[in-house]
Nanobody
C-alpha cells in the first residue's frame, strides 16, 4: 500500500520555525520527485517546494513566496522528505501536503505540476501574528 504521511505541523508564532516531515512507503522512493503543496482556507492549493529524485542529487525548486525561508531536503535512507520553514508569516497558515511524482528525467521537479502520482493527507500549520 502506497502511503505518504506528513507530520510536524502545529501552531507557531510569526517569525518562528517548524520542520515538516513526509514519510513514504509502498513505492520506490528514490525514483520519485517530491513536492510540498499547501492550501489555505478559501484558497487554491499551491506548490511551495519540490525536490527531484534521489539519483539527481536532489535538485530543488521553490515558489517565490517561500524562497529564502523554506528549505526542502530528502533522506533516501529513511524514505523521508523534510520542509524546514523559517521566518514564518501568518500568510503561511495552511494545510501542507506532500506529493510524489515520477518523471522520466531525473533532474525535473515542478511546483506547478498537480498531476502527481500520490498524495498525502496533509498536516495543518497555523502561524499566529
Amino acid at each position: 500500500e502506497v502511503q505518504l504521511v506528513e507530520s510536524g505541523g502545529g501552531l507557531v508564532q510569526a517569525g518562528g520555525s517548524l520542520r515538516l516531515s513526509c514519510a513514504a512507503s509502498g513505492f520506490t522512493f528514490d525514483n520519485y520527485a517530491i513536492t510540498w503543496f499547501r492550501q489555505a482556507p478559501g484558497k487554491e492549493r499551491e506548490g511551495v517546494a519540490c525536490i527531484a529524485n534521489g539519483s539527481s542529487g536532489g535538485r530543488t525548486v521553490y515558489a517565490g513566496s517561500v524562497k529564502g525561508r523554506f528549505t526542502i531536503s530528502r533522506d533516501n535512507t529513511k524514505n523521508t522528505v523534510y520542509l524546514q520553514m523559517n521566518s514564518l508569516k501568518p500568510e503561511d497558515t495552511a494545510v501542507y501536503y506532500c506529493a510524489a511524482k515520477y518523471y522520466t528525467d531525473s533532474l525535473i521537479c515542478r511546483t506547478s505540476d498537480y498531476d502527481v502520482d500520490y498524495w498525502g493527507k496533509g498536516t495543518p500549520v497555523t502561524v499566529s501574528s
